[in-house]
């Protein structure tokens, strides 16, 4: 029987790299199982996302363009406010949902019955006009569900050079009542106010949506690829 077997030993040996799969070929395998799983896993998250709803107008109030960028976290609405010729330009850069913090005492109360946080999104408003091409007025403001929070007014230059740390000027909060109320009755003419800061938030809560299957679309490309 011995005699046997060592007279098999090289046949043997010769069919041991069919028999047996090499560490290659277990790693592929190995490698794909991962993959498909993680297809789909994809799959399934696309197919669970509801359906991309059109994204809301603007306010009738102020006719803003919108000007989306499809894989950017930022919007870009922009309109014309005074008369033919002497007319400013009104652009708003606005963020998706950056931030939340705790509601107040009179805070909206969640599905669940306990307060839900407010969503946060920041707001740049950029107003120049004809007369003085060379400079714009900027403010930096805070666009919650239900208001538009104005925190920094400031003016920048836009020909020459910048500043290499400019002077903000103060807090919003910290002018004077009369400022402030002049300040935010002039962003209110232009259309940046509460009805502005809701439609934000429904338009980023579509935006949302959407960047999130563009995402996961995207990645599973990749990986098919």
Not at 26 to 35: K, P, W
Not at 162 to 178: I, V, W
Not at 192 to 204: F, G, I, P
Request: with cysteine; aromatic share 8%; net charge negative.
């Amino acid at each position: 029987m011995a005699r046997r077997l060592l007279h098999l030993r090289p046949r043997l040996q010769a069919l041991a790299p069919r028999l047996v799969p090499s560490r290659p070929y277990m790693s592929d395998m190995r490698r794909s199982v991962f993959l498909d799983r993680l297809l789909r896993s994809l799959r399934s998250e696309i197919s669970s996302c509801s359906p991309e709803p059109a994204p809301p107008l603007p306010p009738s109030a102020a006719p803003f363009a919108v000007d989306d960028r499809p894989g950017e976290q930022w919007v870009r609405l922009r309109r014309a406010f005074g008369e033919q010729g002497e007319e400013e330009e009104v652009r708003v850069d606005a963020s998706m949902v950056d931030g939340a913090v705790a509601p107040t005492r009179s805070g909206v109360v969640a599905e669940d019955g306990g307060p839900q946080d407010r969503m946060h999104i920041s707001v740049h408003v950029e107003v120049t006009k004809p007369a003085r091409p060379d400079f714009a007025l900027k403010f930096e403001c805070s666009a919650w569900p239900e208001e538009m929070d104005v925190e920094r007014v400031f003016p920048v230059r836009l020909s020459g050079p910048a500043p290499e740390q400019q002077y903000m000027g103060r807090q919003f909060r910290e002018l004077d009542e009369e400022m402030q109320t002049a300040v935010r009755d002039y962003l209110e003419q232009r259309g940046v106010n509460d009805e502005l800061a809701a439609y934000l938030h429904t338009y980023m809560e579509n935006k949302e949506q959407t960047e999130l299957v563009g995402w996961l679309k995207n990645i599973e490309c990749y990986l098919k690829k």
